[in-house]
């Protein structure tokens, strides 16, 4: 029997706020370039007060995949945790008008953390340095999981930037029961090098015993199995996981699956904005997959639909996805 | 002696949430093409509710203006009523990074109307209609202004926008009567056809009395003298006013001084969302008035502003202005 959905999300509810700076303001505040570093709410304050004219648009790394595939036609849901709260309200708007079902209990109004952010920096190269504060969104538990969004779908999606906390941990550990009961697959983003040196160890665990689909970039996948080399590291992946979408940037994806290796170019773009790339490039392959096209066709669906996102400030997209994939010739 | 303001604005604190739409959308939604329409909480709620995902970015008619002029290098202070909660501190947030003072106390978070917002529909022929929710912006009175600004500024900037309620009123002619007693001057923009039906007769007083310099389009200057042309209304205004600039779409900009009439054309550009165009006229013409350009120069810096405007979503500048005007060999 068909599925409700075919891909349900676990991960953070964030509101991008994207300025523009250049490399000197990186260094003056002590930002790393490229890379997301959780930030308190002190340093969210500091850093604002500093940072320039600011928009502000939805964001979160597995809610703009979900966006993705919700813009591409696929039957999504979501969770993530906001607070009743302007940002709040924006964001589950703005997922929910893309066609995602999303119906986590905000936190009340009066909750002492508010909805989460994310202070994105874009520099003259179109590289982003993210800045998060979490706020509410780390609360997510295993309390919050909507059990009969998770036992009626094909695939559940999990963003490794979730995995901070015990409850976090445990609402990835009830998500994953509740999908692989009723047989549904299970795909997880590694999402950053420095989310995948604080779990290492479980996120071994979950690639090993529960996952399905492995995201990651190259930097991620040697960070995971602590490899010089990328081909040695995928060599190690092979054994442990069905699949690997490893995306890497200009050289495009690489995607291994029972022994093969296809590797899928990166569409050509002028980069304006790097933030959401790898997001939407997990769209793009899982729209695919869901759609039952093969490898290389999702590994195209994902450069294209990464090609997109990095062409214009913000990570959702900007364009209508389904024209773009017309226009491609890949629907 | 130099006053430490070149331009001191009066207006509304309004964050903007853009989203796509088609034709029939705002035909279904019962929404007026191209211009602004005031909406109260229950309208904003529903049309938001049926609006696409969207981006925030700070706006109100005034402020962009003023923004414009900071990011020229201008000397700027804004006053516009937000309240203490997350949109107004974006707003507050984003006209203060790109220059200006801005000190108008906010209302506490506890108060009933929320910060102001515009919910704005763009179409595919780059055209956007405004839905207006005032929110605590349209309680300004005149003792929220700030006096020693009032009275340290070569010119005071006023949006036709804010002139609604008796208490906005009240802070119209304060401030007007603050800068007068200095020897600053003033500008009016008459902002919208419909804002000048509400209030021609005030209109009329006001610019006859008061205004040293009038900026509108072609519409809002023939519902001001109620003439069939805009020859016809120009004639008046001339014999009511010092310096009249009317925007009149790809047509550029007519500037009448002195029984002199000036035409600036258009700077070609792709309309991506015309939000914003008169606003950042306006800031390209006032930048060029107050250091001393020829009039000529100033319509020119308005339709290059305005051009930029329009080549993207949102009303703010998204690229430098003193480069662009750099570029077009203006600075």
Redesign the interface.
Known sequence: MTKKYQIVGVGNALVDVL?HCDDSFLAEAGIDKGVMQLIDTDRAAEL??K????????GGSGANTI?GIAALGGRTGFMAKVRD???GN?FA???Q??GTDFATKQAPSDHPN??GRCLILVTPDGERSMNTYLGVSCELSADDLDMDMLADTDWVYLEGYLFDSPANQAAFVSAIEAAKAVGGKVALTLSDPFCVERHRDAFRVLVREYVDLLFCNEHEMQALYQTETLDAAMEIAATEVETVACTASAKGAYILNGGQKIHAPATATKVVDATGAGDLFAAGFLFGLTNGRDLMACGTMGCVAAAEAISHM?A?PAMDLKELFGDNKLM
Chains 1, 2 share one sequence.
């Open positions: 300025a604002y007060g940072m320039a004219a600011a928009q502000e648009v939805s966006a709260d302007q940002l924006i708007h703005d997922i008008a893309q508010e909805t913000g959702r």
